[in-house]
C-alpha cells in the first residue's frame, strides 16, 4: 500500500512538472511571436494603431485613479517609517534621499506592476477567454488571421505605453506625498529634504525604475492573453484563467525583482550623485 501510494505521488510530481514546462514553453514562444510580430507589423505598416490606442487609454481609465491612491499611502508609509528609524540616528536631513530612492526603486515600479497585472491581466484574460470557448479564435485561424497580430500584439504594446507613464506618476505622487509629511510632520526642511533627494536619487534609478516597470508590464500582458487563448471548459474555465492570469503576474513580478533588485545592486550601487 505504501510503494502504492509512493508511486502514485511520483507520477502526479512528474506528470506536474512535465505540464508546467510545457505551459512555460509555450508561454515563451508566444512572447517571442508577439515581440518578432509587432515588429514586422510596424515594418510592414500593417500595425494596429487604432486598437492600440482604444486598449492604452482603456489600461489608462482603469489604473490612473488606484495609481495616485496607491502611491499616497505608500509615500507616506516610507516617509513615517524610515522617518522614525533616521530620526533615532539622528540624520533627519536624510529623509528625502531613503524615502525617494524607496519610493523610486522599489516602489513604484512594484506598484505599476501589480496594478497592470490585477486590472490589465485580469481584462485581457477575460476577454481572449471569452474569445476562445466562443470559438472566435479558431475562426481567426480558419479565416487565415492570426490571433497574436489581431489580438496579442495590440494589448501588448498599449501595455508597453502605459507601464512607464504609469510608474512616472506614481513616482512623482509617492515622492511628492513623502515629502508632505516629511516637512508638515516630522520637522525637516524643504531644502534639506530636496538637496538629499537631488544628492542620492539619479537618473540611473529613474530609468532603472522605468525598465522595470516596463519589464513588469510585458510580463503580465503575456502571461494574461496566454492564459485566454488557452481557456477551455465554458465560463468557469475564463474564471479559472483569469484567477491563474492574476495570481501567476504577482508571482512573476516578485520573482523577476528579487533578480533585477540583486543585479542592480552588483552593477549600480547607491552613491551620492
Given amino acids: 500500500m505504501p510503494d502504492t501510494v509512493v508511486g502514485a505521488l511520483r507520477r502526479n510530481v512528474s ?8 505551459t512555460l514553453g509555450r ?14 507589423d510596424v515594418v510592414s505598416r500593417r500595425f494596429q494603431w487604432r486598437e492600440t490606442t482604444h486598449q492604452a487609454w482603456y489600461l489608462i481609465t482603469v ?6 491612491l496607491m502611491a499616497i499611502p505608500f509615500g507616506v508609509v ?19 534621499a531613503a524615502g525617494g530612492l524607496g519610493v523610486i526603486q522599489q516602489g ?4 505599476t506592476g501589480l496594478l497592470l497585472g490585477g486590472a490589465g491581466t485580469a481584462t485581457i484574460a477575460a476577454d481572449l477567454g471569452a474569445r476562445t470557448i466562443r470559438e472566435e479564435i479558431d475562426a481567426l485561424r480558419t479565416m487565415g488571421i492570426s490571433p497574436v497580430h489581431r489580438l496579442v500584439i495590440p494589448r501588448m504594446v498599449a501595455m508597453l505605453f502605459v507601464a512607464p507613464l504609469l510608474n512616472i506618476l506614481i513616482i512623482f505622487v509617492g515622492v511628492l506625498s513623502g515629502y508632505l509629511v516629511a516637512t508638515a510632520a516630522q520637522g525637516v526642511t524643504p531644502g534639506s529634504y530636496w538637496a538629499t533627494f537631488g544628492a542620492f536619487a539619479t537618473l540611473t534609478d529613474v530609468a532603472i525604475s522605468i525598465v522595470k516597470a516596463v519589464l513588469f508590464g510585458f510580463l ?11 481557456a477551455k471548459g465554458g465560463p468557469r474555465g475564463v474564471a479559472d484563467g483569469v484567477n491563474a492570469a492574476v495570481v501567476l503576474s504577482v508571482v512573476a513580478i516578485a520573482l523577476v525583482n528579487v533578480g533585477i533588485t540583486q543585479i542592480v545592486s552588483m552593477f549600480f550601487p547607491t552613491k551620492v550623485a
Fill in 78 to 96: 516610507v516617509s513615517i517609517q524610515v522617518g522614525n528609524l533616521i530620526k533615532q540616528l539622528g540624520a533627519d536631513s536624510l529623509l528625502g
Fill in 220 to 230: 503580465v500582458v503575456i502571461i494574461g492573453c496566454h492564459r485566454g487563448l488557452e
Fill in 15 to 22: 506528470r506536474t512538472t512535465l505540464s508546467a514546462l510545457e
Fill in 27 to 40: 508561454l515563451v514562444a508566444l512572447a517571442i511571436e508577439s515581440v518578432q510580430g509587432a515588429v514586422a
Fill in 63 to 68: 489604473t490612473a485613479i488606484p495609481a495616485v
Fill in 108 to 111: 513604484a515600479p512594484l506598484a
